[in-house]
């Protein structure tokens, strides 16, 4: 009886003691953190200053804000699904997330688990990753996941990106949670949607492939000249109908993905030489493109200045782009040269014109003065 | 150098010169506008916003345009100056000559003060012919080029490189040689300061043809002599 008793003591006591405790966590916050991880990560100064690989000072920040958390594409997920290794409070130096993890979500079209693992395999294979690369030794400059996917990744404001979340109405009809049809809806209505403006894949592209010292280490050509190009240009003004980077070296209407990028010197990239008309001619652009204007020059001028030579031995897109880069070269410098005489010339004989009008203004004066004098 | 309201004045610019002139002159500036827009930094460019998109487009459309409207005005002057009569006089007169090279070597020298006087000068001077062929040559290179990356699908990719620096330099170079040269000679010469209205009436004063044309000022007074000698012995024929 006696440890019956007891027994049941503690229990009624745990739980008071509990419910007692809940009192100090937020509402919000028991509902999906079952796990206890925003016990410490929802305080905005959890964070400490680190050294990357480069041995640079980085600021890195722990803080999880539960709103943004929840509305964004992982927002289902539990944290350890990812941050894998977590076992003890505190921890440290947990391994990095692998985005090729399986998820313990099922993929509603296989009913399997949901991974990102042959996406994350797919890359592994192209130009951008190790088993890809030309320079295997050189993996630390590879780009990883999250250096092109830094696009926001929360579902917030969709609603007014989209006017109205009206239609969602049509989808209660039928499906009866709203919180799910919400979400699916703000899912299936962003992946729709172009990720990026032009403007910014440029930009996203450029931070390596306009990084000279880092293509050079790589053996690939820096591009440098795709800003002056008409394309460029337009894309500089908003437009969104020129091609940006993707749309030629990795076109999905094509069949081609930004994670399967590879070597222009690969006979199955789309901008190889046998490829690059179908390129051209995709979505309309440029429907009626012939041979040689896609492959007699260059969409962008790189700067190829190292003597390269491909599998089969052979040099020539590089001679003729030297070659190229010459002849443009010198009708700039002609037409320097024409436009400093031109305006030299004209503004010599402007000057000295005015000269002879300031003569002339003198005479007149002194004359008009003379005459004063005689009369 | 002041002139009177009053001063007997001569024909400088027919209406068809001066038409094909507005139209000239309205596209170039059009095409010289929305052709540098291309050129724009970056900064500037994005100072449009959201409406960056929309400009761009229109852009295009004003650049094609203006530049339909040149060619066909500079088409229709290469008639002009082969069938008709007023177009021919005025392209003979234009055609260079070697006392052009004469009058700029004295001109030049009386600017300088080496000389006393201007020498005189024909209807065209040697810096307004200058300018005149000039216009040849740049508009040849800029509809080529234009039509070139017009129709680029056709054209080699080097090749659309080439007429893309070719329509650059060209326009760059009559971009600064208009404003330079014919905008300060038509506007802030101080002969004619703030303009030279020939390109509005088509009149020239006396006393600038005189100064600035004495050749062609003679020849006019000395045809206007012999055409008022036959109409008063026209007249005189009729009247017998």
């Not at chain 1, 797919?122 to 990883?144: E, N, Q």
């Not at chain 1, 917030?156 to 709203?178: N, P």
């Not at chain 2, 150098?1 to 009053?6: A, L, P, R």
């Not at chain 2, 970056?42 to 295009?60: H, K, L, N, P, Q």
Request: glycine share 6%.
């Amino acid at each position: 009886m006696k440890t019956k008793h007891t027994a049941r003591d503690i229990t009624v006591a745990l739980f008071l003691l509990t419910a007692f405790l809940t009192l100090f966590i937020p509402a919000a916050a028991m509902a999906v953190d079952d796990e206890n991880c925003l016990m410490c990560h929802k305080y905005a100064g959890l964070g400490r200053y680190a050294k990357n690989e480069e041995q640079k000072a980085v600021k890195r920040i722990f803080y999880v804000n539960e709103e943004l958390f929840k509305a964004s594409y992982h927002g289902k997920l539990r944290c350890k699904n990812c941050h894998t290794g977590v076992e003890e409070i505190p921890h440290t130096d947990v391994k990095n997330v692998d985005c090729a993890t399986d998820c313990h979500l099922n993929d509603p079209s296989t009913g399997r688990a949901f991974s990102h693992k042959s996406i994350v395999n797919d890359l592994r294979k192209s130009a951008h990753g190790p088993d890809g690369t030309k320079k295997p030794d050189l993996i630390k400059d590879l780009p990883k996941c999250k250096d092109c996917h830094t696009n926001k990744p929360y579902q917030i404001g969709i609603g007014k990106e989209l006017k109205s979340m009206q239609f969602i109405k049509v989808c209660l009809e039928c499906h009866e949670s709203e919180a799910w049809t919400n979400r699916f809806y703000k899912h299936m209505f962003y992946r729709a949607q172009t990720r990026r403006s032009s403007k910014q894949v440029v930009a996203l592209c450029s931070k390596c492939h306009a990084d000279k010292e880092k293509m050079d280490r790589h053996e690939v050509d820096v591009v440098i000249g795709f800003k002056d190009t008409f394309h460029g240009k337009a894309i500089v003004y908003g437009d969104e109908d020129v091609a940006n980077c993707l749309n030629c070296h990795a076109p999905y209407q094509l069949g081609f993905s930004p994670h399967r990028i590879i070597s222009h010197t690969d006979s199955s990239s789309p901008v190889h030489p046998d490829n690059k008309l179908r390129d051209c001619r995709q979505s309309g652009c440029h429907a009626d493109a012939q041979e040689a204007f896609a492959n007699k020059g260059k969409a962008h001028p790189s700067n190829v200045m190292t003597e390269r030579v491909d599998e089969d031995g052979v040099t020539i897109y590089q001679e003729e782009q030297e070659f190229q880069a010459w002849v443009i070269e010198m009708i700039a410098l002609f037409y320097k040269i024409l436009i400093i005489a031109v305006v030299g010339g004209l503004g010599f004989h402007r000057l000295a014109d005015l000269y002879a009008t300031h003569r002339e203004r003198k005479i007149a004066l002194r004359a008009a003065k003379l005459g004063r004098h005689t009369s | 150098m002041s002139h009177s309201k009053n001063e007997r004045s001569f024909v400088r610019l027919t209406k068809s010169q001066r038409i094909q002139h507005v139209i000239l002159f309205v596209s170039t500036g059009l095409l010289i506008l929305t052709g540098f827009m291309l050129m724009g930094e970056r900064w500037v460019i994005e100072m449009f916003g959201s409406a960056g998109d929309t400009i761009f487009y229109w852009r295009g459309i004003v650049h094609r345009i203006a530049g339909v409207s040149v060619t066909l005005v500079c088409l229709y002057h290469l008639g002009y100056v082969v069938l008709q009569a007023e177009g021919r006089s005025w392209i003979k007169d234009m055609l260079p000559r070697m006392s052009d090279a004469t009058f700029a070597v004295q001109n030049v020298s009386y600017m300088l003060g080496f000389r006393e006087a201007r020498p005189k000068m024909e209807r065209f001077t040697y810096l307004e012919k200058v300018e005149y062929f000039s216009v040849y040559f740049g508009m040849f290179i800029v509809i080529v080029t234009g039509t070139m990356m017009w129709t680029e699908q056709y054209w080699p990719k080097f090749w659309l490189d080439i007429a893309d620096t070719f329509h650059l330099g060209e326009a760059t170079l009559a971009a600064l040689a208009i404003i330079i040269g014919h905008i300060f000679s038509v506007h802030y010469n101080p002969h004619v300061y703030p303009m030279n209205k020939a390109f509005i009436d088509g009149k020239i004063s006396e006393s600038m043809m005189k100064e600035e044309h004495g050749l062609w000022y003679e020849r006019e007074l000395e045809r206007l002599a012999t055409e008022k000698a036959e109409a008063t012995s026209e007249g005189n024929g009729d009247n017998a």
